[in-house]
């Protein structure tokens, strides 16, 4: 594990990252190639998932026009460390800066889709109230909607109604976090439609760094957005999307509870979805993926 060949203080592990502490003003993300599905992490890894995560986040910041925390990619700003970390963390670390994390997701919805979808069909809840009657499935909507939820440090985030988000982090920082997270948005929803891309959904998470809100932890990647072929799109029916999705179809094919452990994963699941993170970096980046170092 890569625990054991770095010497800084681990502070946790997420669903896919590991964070260290490098000093009092830096942290170091690493992006493992773990995949969960219905909130558990499954037995096998996905090759280069952690890779491709961290380069479209990094490919993001480059683009974006907001204040972030990303200090660097390169092992070589990463000090003390060994040839062996090195060559683990090439591609898949982030030196970021180090800042107080606000408590709240910010989700952005251009579209009808997933748990919106779901709320909307059983009458509406707090990332629905507001929008108009008789909407299909994957609808795109007349003006994308900021629908904020907690952080769960386990299981799903939970939707907050505007007021309750308000209560959150206040007034002021509500108002803000909800323009940066649209300009975001509508920023990495133009460039994707040129690219034959549409990004349907995506979610944002903020913190405080010497008094300045930034955009922080991933950004625009298949595991915080859910990113569409505009070729296929058809509202009314089900999406194929540039993600997990062929590990969920699987996983829904089987005999499993949803619940610890999971099934063994076969070959052909852990390719396909190898495959569908792979060409959303490409796609969008316009790049090969070249996946280095193992």
């Known amino acids: 594990m890569i625990r054991d060949v770095l010497a800084f203080n681990h502070l946790g592990s997420g669903k896919v990252r590991e964070i260290y502490e490098v000093d009092t003003e830096r942290l170091l993300i690493v992006a493992s190639d773990r995949i969960s599905a219905y909130d558990v992490i499954m037995s096998e890894e996905i090759p280069d998932k952690g890779k491709v995560l961290t380069g479209l986040s990094s490919y993001w910041f480059g683009l974006l026009d907001t204040p972030h925390h990303l200090l660097s990619t390169d092992p070589a700003a990463v000090p003390g460390i060994d040839a062996a970390a090195a060559d683990y963390l090439a591609g898949r670390m982030m030196l970021v800066r180090r800042c107080e994390v606000i408590p709240m997701e ?75 997270s649209l300009a975001i948005y509508l920023a990495g929803a133009q460039y994707a439609a040129e690219r034959g891309i549409i990004l349907a959904d995506t979610k944002f998470e903020f913190g405080v760094a010497d008094g300045d809100v930034i955009l922080i932890d991933e950004v625009l990647t298949p595991d915080s957005s859910r990113y569409w072929p505009a070729e296929s799109w058809r509202p009314g029916r089900t999406m194929p999307s540039f993600d997990k999705q062929p590990l969920r179809d699987w996983l829904d094919e089987q005999p499993w509870d949803k619940t610890p452990p999971p099934p063994p994963l076969p070959a052909s699941v852990i390719k396909s979805t190898r495959d569908r993170y792979v060409e959303a970096f490409e796609r969008l980046t316009g790049a090969g993926f070249e996946p280095g170092p193992a």
């Open 106 to 180: 910010c989700v952005i919805r251009g579209y009808l889709y997933g748990s919106s979808w779901r709320e909307y069909a059983a009458g509406g809840g707090p990332t629905t109230e507001h929008l108009p009657d008789d909407l299909q499935l994957a609808d795109r909507l007349a003006e994308p909607i900021f629908t904020p939820a907690t952080k769960a440090d386990s299981g799903h985030d939970e939707n907050l109604t505007e007021a309750g988000a308000r209560d959150l982090v206040g007034d002021d920082l509500y108002e803000d976090l909800k323009a940066r």
